[in-house]
């Protein structure tokens, strides 16, 4: 008997279904939505991608922000191709919810109406274009260490619309490096906003990947489930390890005095993060909570002639 992947089996018989499920977890291999699975494993999993997909969508607004105002036609045309990737990376992740039995209007409604989540980082402003290189940087590139072992989730359709996602990701990663390089050697100025704006994302980045380990209460049962790979503050480390050499060759500070090497631990030490900070954003205290909201709902109402449009068609096409 294998030990069971639901941890709430623990110390019981398992059904047919129980067992096939804990077997093929245990395995390695994939859930697709045809097989029989938790509840629990679904519910957990709708919370999951329909975040993962709000935060895509919520994630196009502070960079469309700068859509207008890019400082040359190549920057604006990256930005656009990029904001667009974000949209489609949203309904990718949508369509692989809807797989496992909620639909989109249900999914849209709950956002809407400030019942589901989207990743507090889109919480904060962009008052500077420096800021376009800084969530390029370290917001797609927290995106991408925790993406990168979502690839190999337990369930089929997720999995597979992460591998698109995180080679999109890398792309938005490296635009937003090449913006903070050229402005790194540019001038006084232009060097001045790239820090201040790295100043600025630098925390609430490495706030993506949730609360500590001690107070993120449903990572053991995600782990043991294989949709989570790593914890919480196991990725957050190797995020710091990746941006170490890569703030030298832009030569920008991460604004942590702590920030040094532990030969002991084979880690980065760093200082405490203010999870004050993280709590009021969640509570929806954040600099930008609100109009993020806002606007979502008016480009919702705006959009719904396109909605109307298409079913008509659809309609159409059955009849
Ligand atoms: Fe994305
Ligand atoms: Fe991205």
Redesign the pocket.
């Known amino acids: 008997m294998t030990s069971p992947a639901d941890l709430s089996l623990v110390g019981r018989e398992f059904s047919p279904e129980e067992a096939q499920f804990n077997d093929l977890i245990a395995e390695d291999s994939r859930i697709e939505p045809r097989d029989w699975m938790p509840d629990a494993y679904r519910k957990t999993l709708i919370r999951q991608i329909s975040q993962h997909a709000h935060s895509e969508i919520i994630g196009m607004q502070p960079e469309s922000n700068w859509i207008s105002r890019a400082p040359s036609l190549k920057r604006k045309a990256i930005l656009i191709a ?1 904001v667009q ?2 949209a489609g ?1 949203g309904l990718y992740l949508y369509s692989a919810a809807q797989t496992l039995g909620i639909s989109r209007e249900e999914m849209t409604d709950q956002l809407l109406e400030g019942k589901a989540k989207y990743s507090s980082i889109f919480n904060y402003t962009t008052p500077t274009w420096a800021d376009m290189g800084s969530i390029g940087w370290l917001v ?1 590139g927290a ?1 991408i260490a925790n993406q990168v072992p979502l690839c190999r989730a337990s369930y089929g359709p997720y999995g597979r619309a992460m591998v698109r996602i995180c080679k ?2 890398s792309f ?1 990663q490296r635009q937003g490096f090449e913006i903070l390089l050229e402005l790194m050697q540019g001038t006084e100025e232009q060097r001045r906003m790239a820090q201040e704006s790295v100043n600025r994302w630098y925390w609430p980045a490495l706030m993506m990947f949730g609360p500590p380990d001690d107070e993120s209460p449903n990572s053991t049962q995600s782990m043991a489930w294989k949709i989570k790979r790593f914890s919480n503050d196991e990725l957050r480390q190797r995020f710091v390890g990746m941006l170490v050499p890569q703030a030298e060759v832009l030569g920008v500070t991460l604004p942590d005095p702590n920030l040094k090497w532990n030969e002991e631990k084979q880690a980065y030490d760093m200082s405490e993060i203010d999870w004050d900070e993280f709590h009021e954003v969640i509570a929806g205290r954040g600099p930008a909570n609100a109009e993020r909201m806002r606007r979502r709902r008016e480009a919702h109402e705006n959009g719904a002639w396109v909605r109307e449009a298409a079913a008509a068609y659809a309609r159409k096409q059955a009849a």
Do not use: R, S
């Open positions: 990029k990737d974000e990376h797609d995106a999109e990701e938005h």
